[in-house]
């Protein structure tokens, strides 16, 4: 279905990144998932029934917008991919109804994510709603309260919300948790949001979230009749990124940009630039890079926004940075605030503050060059409102 570029080399490989590091038990059902996305990837029902519910509940496409005042304080031509006006407010959604597709066709009788801002537990207690099976959803109790309007939101579509006060209390803690339920239950469905973890997940996202890159391409060229000179995106795990990058990745006269949670920035020890200060580990299930203490192992993280706060990072991305053909970026807590104010006053846009890394960048890196550029903007503000406010 989607044309998306992708750079695997062998099965569940991106380079010398990715493959799967689990417990013998979880080897079944990851190969039941891998050839259930496989047969469902040469479906065209499947295929059908996703792109109806792209349409008709998600609201796709996405508008590419072109925002003329920050155009003008940037000196750059920038168009906003709006997943923010996505039903749920993020990209997310894009994923979850496709796993949720393959959970259903899998006969589960349960759904477990995980979730770090929330967007992708909404997102999946959505879906799971919608198909009417039961979903546990894991977040650190840190993260549950930094984001506590979509915590009522899950909870208000009939999730069952478990908290955990491990580690640092943020995503990473609530993947552990999540993947410790699901080796106990491996008759679960773990429906993961992000293009992390073992094959085939990350194969799985980057598939389901290529419709933001292939309509973005589609649309640069409808109202500018052109490639963009630049695009950018923030990466967390790496799912809003790759799904854009993935439709441009064979273009050498694009640049890709990606902003990662600097946290504190470089030297602080307080961040979530994986690619940028982190290096090459297995983590949670795959190969890729993470953030790693003088011993070599994962450490914590830190970012202001709970969906980038987390140390690894997706095995493509990990590879796109060796391969030079995407550039990683680190952006700070301070920086990520101002583009959040910047585009709420610019544009009457808030985005959300994964996003609004992103925003910062292009920014930053466009001034006065006068590209034709896209950015991501992977979801919506309204969870970071209440807590941009009382820090004001
Ligand atoms: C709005 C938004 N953007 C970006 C991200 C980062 O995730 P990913 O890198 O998988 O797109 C998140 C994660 O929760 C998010 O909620």
Partial sequence: MFKEQTIETKKGYFGQFGGSFVPPVLEGPL?????????ATRNQDFINEYRYYLTHYVGRPSPLYYAKRLSDYTGSKIYLKREDLNHTGAHKINNCLGQIMLARGMGAKEIIAETGAGQHGVATATAAALFGIP?????????????????QRMKLLGA????????TASLK???DVALGYYIEHPDSFYLLGS?????????IVR???????????????EHEKRLPDSIFA???????????????LGDPTVEIHAAEGGGEGPGSGKTASTLVLGKPLVFQGTYSYCIADEDGQPATAYSIASGLDYPGVGPEHAHLKESGRVTYHCITDHEAIEAFYLLSKLEGIIPAIESSHAVALATKYLRGKNNLSIINLSGRGDKDVEREMENE
């Fill in 160 to 167: 069952q919300i478990i908290t955990t006060d491990q580690g």
């Fill in 135 to 151: 979903c546990k959803i894991f977040m650190g109790s840190r993260d549950a309260q930094r984001q506590k309007l979509n915590v």
């Fill in 31 to 39: 190969a039941r998932l891998s050839e259930a996305f496989e047969a």
């Fill in 207 to 221: 598939f389901f979230q290529s419709i933001i890159g292939e309509e973005a391409r589609k649309q640069i060229f």
């Fill in 173 to 175: 803690d609530a993947v």
């Fill in 195 to 203: 293009a992390v973890g073992p094959h085939p997940y990350p194969s």
């Fill in 234 to 248: 923030c990466v967390g795990g790496g799912s809003n990124a790759i799904g854009l990058f993935s439709a441009f």
